[in-house]
């Protein structure tokens, strides 16, 4: 909750870092990896974006949002 759209742009960013950051940690060079040779994207590493991305949308700004969408919002929603 209370993760704006370019929040979630900037938690899939950080967590897509995670393989790079590891293979730094071990003293891999980057520069010389091959892509077959970096692993995939985990859970792990959404988990840890979540520590250092935090939410920017306050309760009380979601609650003018939702205000505002059901005066002129979508009715499908």
């Given at each position: 909750?209370?993760?704006s759209?370019?929040?979630m742009k900037n938690l899939v960013k950080d967590a897509s870092?995670?393989?790079l950051r590891e293979a730094l940690q071990q003293g891999v060079e980057i520069t010389?990896?091959?892509k077959e040779e970096v692993r995939p994207v985990m859970l792990k590493d959404f988990e840890a974006a979540l520590q250092e991305v935090r939410p920017?949308?306050?309760t009380s700004e979601l609650g003018i949002y939702e205000e505002w969408n059901m005066q002129f919002g979508s009715l499908s929603i």
């Amino acid at each position: 909750p209370g993760y704006s759209g370019s929040d979630m742009k900037n938690l899939v960013k950080d967590a897509s870092m995670g393989p790079l950051r590891e293979a730094l940690q071990q003293g891999v060079e980057i520069t010389k990896l091959n892509k077959e040779e970096v692993r995939p994207v985990m859970l792990k590493d959404f988990e840890a974006a979540l520590q250092e991305v935090r939410p920017s949308v306050s309760t009380s700004e979601l609650g003018i949002y939702e205000e505002w969408n059901m005066q002129f919002g979508s009715l499908s929603i």
